[in-house]
């Protein structure tokens, strides 16, 4: 045919051999080095090499490219080990997976299954309520989204390049070429921009990762055009190699990926292939192509999958990294169970022919572990009721333990685990939350809508937001009315940069107040940061505290922000103990006595600073539950059983400011 695309297919035995070097690369730095080793990139350019070679190959045979038989060859390989994991790794989920995380769970199953499950750890990333959040042991598929993601992308590419083939006599690997060159240079610049910009979310964004498969089409049709030296060819394949190694020790890949500093693992991985063209005695061809090692990569995809699981509920049950004797047996049983399903599942599906069996085999189990996710997800959903207050005062006083100076029986805490990732204040299920990139200003109306005595305006971050449910526990006895203004994961400060969503967020919450200060009786807001590391104010919060105390002419109840603790409590309870868990509690520097409000240089007469540091704490140390309550939701958040029983501490501060300015 004269449209063909001229391309030499022979097997390339080092691309085995480098397969399972990428997926060992993967597990032991997991296991042993809890960083990320580049090993998922090499993947990407693998797979940009193999399925440009099958595509153009195909073509060339049949002169046709249809998108079923495309896409179901690929199913046929990659979804039934995809069915066997998720599936299996469910069903252990419910009785070794802390509760805490269970939905979260489900959730990325479903995801894992579905191939969209980058887009899911994406938002959750750079979801600042869920970054504290410990990994689920489905985490690892977002990189099998990508791939299933890119194969779409490769159809659309080449059913555009196979018609202009069709269409004129041209050069197909110079169309070719131009089309992969364009691809990468727009992924890649697009790549270096989002790393620079919104790295937590780059990394899973698949726009960012186009140019890595555009690598390795490129080799796959310009490799072997190549030629080079043997002497250099065992030299640049050996440095490849042991650079691909160090990937790992030389960046940290989880921060810096998937910009410019990606184009080291995928350099080595050019270089070796590269070094492929040779046969040479001496060069790495020769140990990466060798019998084991291409047998050894037969079974890398499997490795891949598995090694996470087994990792993840270790890490579930036992604290820090794994010993040698465990790393090398989560290892060694990957190896196994990849076998298993290599030989006794992949491969007798995969040789199925295109037709009514194998359609039917492969969609019976994607919906068999699709119904069976949903079904463990409403029955875990079954076992959560809500929290009432009857049963803060039945036998969960909380903070009024401490101020009431009562004991009480100990009994079950309440949240439960697995119900505290949700005992939010109510403006997150309500939707009176802005994020960080957002400049709509949300107002939330709470407590007494009619008639009322005061209005109290909730100003400020997450830290401020989770005030509301002790404001609201005495509101109606009050007569008050609660207006929220919350974006979370920005300050409440004069700090942001001009024209940026923080900034102009906050100059309309100030206007707001400015505007309707004649409504409004008291602005609460958290005054600093719960770190002992800034142990003032900074500068921006300060001022804009002191803008409504001045300007606004408005009293502001400046709560000292609580101690924050780097590590989520919750999760850490749950798998670790109540003990281990106080322990790594008081093993964080702790805020000092002395309130933030008093080192600041000038302050508003209308600030008036209060300080419940002592309401988390007992005999002087911080404590994950008081009162047979569980006090956070992450890491410093309060969840907000625990803020409602704070509500009598906050109604006599907050009705004594209300009053002397009245």
């Known amino acids: 045919m004269n449209n063909q695309i001229e391309l030499e297919r022979k097997f390339r035995p080092e691309i085995e051999g480098l397969r399972i070097v990428a997926a060992l690369l993967v597990a032991v730095y997991h296991i042993w ?35 079923f038989p495309y896409i179901f060859n690929l199913l046929k390989r990659l979804l039934p080990s995809i069915i066997v994991v998720v599936f299996t790794t469910a069903i252990i989920s419910v009785f070794l997976l802390p509760k805490s995380i269970i939905e979260k769970t489900f959730n990325e199953a479903v995801a894992s299954l579905l191939y969209y499950q980058n887009w899911q750890l994406a938002i959750s990333n750079t979801d600042y309520l869920d970054q504290e959040q410990m990994s689920t042991p489905f985490e690892h598929f977002w990189a099998m989204s990508i791939q299933g993601q890119f194969y779409i992308v490769w159809f659309l590419l080449f059913t555009v390049i196979f018609f202009i083939l069709r269409k004129n006599n041209i050069n197909g690997i110079k169309i070719v070429n131009i089309f992969l060159i364009s691809l990468f240079a727009l992924s890649f610049s697009y790549s270096v921009y989002l790393t620079e910009v919104n790295q937590p979310w780059a990394y899973f964004d698949v726009g960012t990762r186009v140019w890595e498969f555009s690598l390795g089409g490129l080799l796959a049709v310009n490799l072997t055009r190549i030629k080079i030296k043997s002497l250099f060819g065992d030299i640049i394949g050996w440095a490849g190699l042991i650079g691909l190694l160090l990937t790992g020790v030389v960046f940290d890949v989880s921060t810096m990926f998937p910009g410019y500093v990606a184009l080291w693992p995928m350099l080595c991985a050019s270089v070796i292939l590269l070094s492929g063209n040779i046969n040479s005695k001496y060069g790495v061809k020769s140990f990466l192509g060798s019998k084991w090692m291409m047998k050894a990569g037969s079974y890398a995809f499997g490795l891949y999958l598995w090694h996470w699981v087994l990792l993840s509920f270790y890490q579930y049950h036992f604290e820090g990294n794994p010993d040698l004797f465990v790393g090398l047996s989560i290892i060694i049983v990957s190896f ?63 903070a009024l333990v401490i101020a009431d100076d009562v004991r009480v029986e100990q009994k079950e805490f309440i949240p439960s685990f697995a119900q505290a990732k949700e005992n939010l204040a109510d403006i997150y299920d309500d939707g009176y939350v802005s994020a960080r990139s957002s400049e709509k200003l949300r107002i939330g109306e709470y407590g007494v809508l009619e008639d009322f005595d005061y209005t109290i305006a909730l100003v400020g971050s997450s830290y ?19 207006l929220t203004m919350i974006q979370v994961s920005s300050r409440f400060s004069t700090e942001h940069e001009a024209g940026t969503p923080q900034r102009i967020w906050n100059d309309k919450a100030i206007s707001y107040l400015h505007e309707n200060k004649q409504d409004i009786d008291l602005v609460v807001s958290t005054s600093d940061i719960g770190v002992a590391e800034l142990p003032e104010p900074p500068e921006g919060m300060a001022e804009q505290l002191n803008i409504i105390g001045d300007e606004v002419g408005l009293p502001v109840m400046a709560i000292r922000g609580n101690q924050r603790f780097g590590f989520n409590i919750v999760e850490h309870l ?47 140390e911080y404590e994950p539950v008081i009162g047979n309550v569980l006090i956070y939701y992450d890491g410093g958040h309060i969840n907000n059983t625990y803020s409602r029983t704070l509500g009598p501490v906050l109604q006599e501060d907050v009705m004594h400011i209300i009053k002397d300015h009245n």
């Open 33 to 67: 080095f809890n960083r990320i080793s580049g090993g998922v990139d090499v993947f990407f350019v693998i797979s940009g090499f193999l399925i440009t070679t099958s595509i153009i190959s195909r073509y060339n045979r049949t002169g046709e490219f249809k998108f």
């Open 336 to 398: 196994v169970l990849s076998w298993l399903m290599t030989e006794f599942i992949e491969t007798p599906i995969r040789s199925m022919d295109l037709g009514k069996k194998s359609i039917t085999v492969l969609s019976s189990g994607l919906i068999f572990t699709l119904l069976l996710i949903v079904g463990l997800y409403f029955s875990h959903q079954s076992t959560i009721t809500d929290i009432d207050g009857e049963h803060i005062i039945d036998g969960h006083p909380g």
């Open 464 to 482: 401020s937001a989770h005030w509301l449910g002790a404001l609201q526990q005495f509101a109606e006895e009050e007569n008050i009315r609660i």
């Open 574 to 620: 749950e798998q670790y103990g109540y003990e281990s868990t106080k322990e790594e509690m008081m093993n964080v520097e702790p805020i000092s006595n002395t309130h933030p409000w008093d080192l600041v240089e000038y302050k508003s007469s209308n600030i008036h600073p209060v300080d419940y540091t002592e309401y988390f704490k007992v005999n002087g």
